[in-house]
């Protein structure tokens, strides 16, 4: 399974999204990493989800990236979030 795949299905099964976008921007580094250029280490990733309700942008990002912990173990590099909570 390719990394994008298994981010998506983590944060899937773990937020239950309203919305959810997974974007490979690997290529937008690939001048200044060489492991970007073959793909899946830069994500921008756009989630909407009731699980983000009442909680403040920097909680949702530390929930975000504790749900992908083992993939920056993995090769993944950097993330770059959008986070809504359902009435965004």
């Known amino acids: 399974m390719e990394i994008k795949e298994i981010i998506l299905k983590k944060l899937s099964e773990a937020l239950s999204p309203l919305f ?4 490979d921007q690997s290529h937008l580094h690939a001048n200044h990493n060489e492991s970007a250029k073959a793909g899946g280490t830069h994500f921008k990733i756009s989630i909407k ?12 990002h530390r929930i975000a990236m504790n749900i992908l912990k083992e993939e920056f173990n993995n090769g993944l590099h950097a ?7 359902s009435k965004d």
Request: glycine share 0%.
């Open 20 to 23: 959810i976008e997974v974007e």
């Open 79 to 85: 993330v770059s979030f959008d986070l809504k909570d």
């Open 49 to 60: 989800s009731q699980e983000f309700n009442n909680i403040k942008p920097i909680e949702r």
